[in-house]
């Protein structure tokens, strides 16, 4: 039983360790940060054994946390007081060793570390691999399970990104004020693509896909708790988190096969998730910002609405001109062009499709063939066939060869 | 890759249209743009409503609406990247304004901001 809070308490309360630790020593010494809150885990998990959970087990954690963090700096500052006494480092000036681990100061101290970790200057996979290290708690070997890779590639990913931290002289601080947006920008692109990394992630292991995205939904919820960072984009880019993950349920059958939106049972929607996004989408309405996460969030709130209504359709088709005026994707695109099909014709969609010259696609294949369904079932299945030559992943594989299969039976 | 402003002309904007038809130019407005976009080919742009419009004059003179003397006016243009003025031309083929008797679309290069053409 004790033993069995230990990972739950990890999950939660390492990173929370880690960023208030950094936060006190610097980019620098972040692996002995690291090390210190593994350490305190490990302490856990030999005591807790032996003598069971103490009553309040997270301020266990957090009193061996500071004492091993008071022993570091303690011994860091003799070492600099009679060994490197000459070198008159900063460190012996802040003689102070206590650390706060006070929710206010863990809350602070995660958000800033939240910037820090979105610098532009780290390219975006490490900022994801970062976040999902050090503001999410996750293993080294789960990074490399979402990325589908091995933990090697996964470390030195890692590594490569502590040292841009350090060449680049990253602090761990909140923006100016006026910088704050721009910044914004980074931590919001991260947050959604650690969200998508979750949510289309091939992985078979279910739990750790919606914990991808569930932390990405935690990320921004702090944020939009923090006055200086709830702004409208902010709370749009939650909205349409919500929206997405209310159909989590839904998107994969009992095979751990992927189900595509039609073929969804609309009754393991989750609704209370789509409230929750509902009541996002509210909150971002205040101000004259108008983001792409705003028109994202729209369009996903449209998808929870199943019937295929001439509003529903005419509203995703405007929402998707605006968005690729905003922010051009092939993706954005082909919707866009489905939408087209949905909302005026599909012959304006084909005309129109035929246009977009995304022949590396296999997802414009797939669309191609949705259009010719029913208008000529030979022309579809020829695209088809094309998607299926094109797809890499095994479950866009066989979501098309279930499409295939379907048109060879009438 | 170029810079084409494709700029709209109303051969008589003093016609009034309909709410319903407004809307429905709306859309198909948007539409066009929303394909151009679709292609990754749109820069910007800007409507120009008739409302809160002058005409000023040589001689500082100050007249109502955007019409001078010609009827014509502008109705609102878009930036579209385009390899040549041919691919921009195709790209004004579908706009909904040319649905109007005698209004154009006018295809003109943006100079670049280095000083070359």
Redesign the interface.
Do not use: P, V
């Given at each position: 039983m004790q033993q069995e809070i230990i990972p739950h308490l990890f999950r939660q309360e390492y990173s929370k360790i880690v960023s208030v630790l950094c936060r006190r020593f610097g980019f620098e010494q972040m692996e002995i940060a690291e090390d210190i809150a593994g350490d305190t885990f490990l302490a856990a998990a030999q005591s807790w054994a032996m003598n069971g959970a103490p009553p309040n087990p997270v301020a266990w954690l957090y009193h061996v946390a500071k004492n091993k963090a008071r022993n570091h700096l303690q011994h860091n500052s003799v070492f600099n007081n009679k060994v490197a006494i000459e070198l008159k480092n900063e460190l012996t000036q802040n003689a102070d060793t206590e650390i706060d681990l006070s929710p206010q100061n863990i809350s602070d101290s995660q958000l800033q570390m939240m910037f820090a970790i979105c610098h532009p200057a780290i390219p975006p996979e490490a900022q994801v691999g970062l976040a999902l290290r050090i503001l999410c708690g996750f293993g080294i070997d789960e990074i490399a399970e979402a990325f589908l890779t091995n933990k090697a590639t996964i470390n030195k990913r890692l590594y490569r990104a502590k040292e841009k931290l350090r060449e680049e002289n990253i602090r761990i601080e909140f923006p100016s004020l006026a910088e704050i947006n721009n910044r914004l920008d980074n931590v919001l692109t991260t947050i959604y693509l650690l969200f998508s990394e979750g949510y289309y992630s091939v992985s078979q292991d279910k739990t750790l896909r919606t914990g991808l995205c569930f932390e990405a939904m935690r990320l921004c919820q702090m944020l939009t708790e923090n006055p200086a960072t709830d702004q409208p984009q902010v709370n749009a880019l939650l909205s349409l988190m919500y929206f997405h993950a209310s159909r989590f349920e839904a998107r994969f059958d009992k095979n751990g096969e992927l189900v595509l939106y039609d073929d969804q049972d609309t009754r393991l929607w989750n609704w209370e998730l789509v409230s929750r996004g509902g009541y996002y989408l509210e909150r971002s309405h205040k101000g004259d910002t108008l983001s792409k996460y705003h028109l994202e969030a729209a369009i996903a709130f449209w998808n929870t609405q199943k019937d295929d209504t001439k509003e529903k359709w005419?509203s995703i088709?405007?929402l998707?001109?605006?968005l690729?005026?905003i922010e051009?994707s092939p993706v954005?695109?082909l919707n866009?062009?489905y939408a087209?099909a949905k909302a005026?014709s599909r012959e304006e969609a084909i005309a129109?499709a035929e246009?977009?010259?995304l022949e590396n696609d296999h997802f414009y294949f797939v669309l191609l063939g949705e259009l010719y369904t029913g208008l000529d079932d030979k022309v579809a299945i020829e695209h088809f066939e094309k998607a299926l030559s094109l797809a890499k992943t095994q479950t866009d594989k066989q979501a098309i060869q279930k499409k295939l299969d379907k048109l060879g039976r009438k | 890759m170029e810079e084409y402003a494709l700029i709209m002309r109303h051969e008589d904007g003093m016609k009034v249209a309909s709410p319903e038809q407004m809307q429905i130019w709306m859309?198909q407005t948007?539409?066009w743009?929303?394909?151009i976009?679709?292609?990754?080919k749109?820069v910007s742009?800007t409507g120009l409503p008739f409302a809160d419009a002058c005409v000023v004059h040589a001689n500082k003179m100050v007249t109502n609406g955007p019409f001078g003397e010609i009827k014509e006016t502008i109705g609102g243009l878009i930036i579209v990247k385009a390899e040549s003025v041919e691919e921009a031309a195709e790209f004004a083929k579908g706009c909904p304004v040319l649905q109007g008797e005698g209004n154009t679309v006018e295809v003109r290069k943006v100079a670049k901001r280095d000083g070359t053409h």
């Open positions: 005419e088709l405007q998707y001109n605006r690729l005026q051009y954005a695109a866009r062009t087209l005026n129109e246009k977009l010259k | 859309k948007m539409d743009i929303g394909g976009a679709a292609q990754n749109f742009g």
